[in-house]
């Protein structure tokens, strides 16, 4: 999964669902009316298919990515990044 971010305020406003992401999933980009696109992040959870394999991402978050994906899941979008730390965190 990516999540795009505010990076002022760690706010996730747009997701990409997905476990595995390849180069073309990683030059997509998001905009915002009200978010310059400099200040656009993205944090990824999952795997990045590269030449070599799989590169791991936010691994520890697995299983916040798996309640994101469940039947009655929590909203990506009700939590935001704590731009200090680089963690999730619930609103």
């Known amino acids: 999964m990516i999540l795009f ?3 002022e305020t ?8 997905g476990r595995v992401h390849n180069e073309r ?7 915002s009316s009200n978010i ?3 200040l656009i992040g993205k944090y990824i959870i999952g795997w990045i298919e590269s030449e070599n ?16 994906e469940d039947n009655t899941p929590e909203n990506p979008l009700d939590y935001r990044i704590d731009i200090e730390n680089n963690n999730l965190i619930k609103k």
């Open 25 to 31: 999933h990683l030059q997509v980009s998001v905009r």
């Open 53 to 68: 394999g799989k590169i791991e991402y936010n691994m520890d978050k697995f299983e916040l990515l798996q309640k994101f």
């Open 36 to 38: 310059p696109d400099e």
């Open 5 to 7: 971010y505010n990076k």
């Open 10 to 17: 760690g706010d996730i406003f747009s997701v990409m669902d």
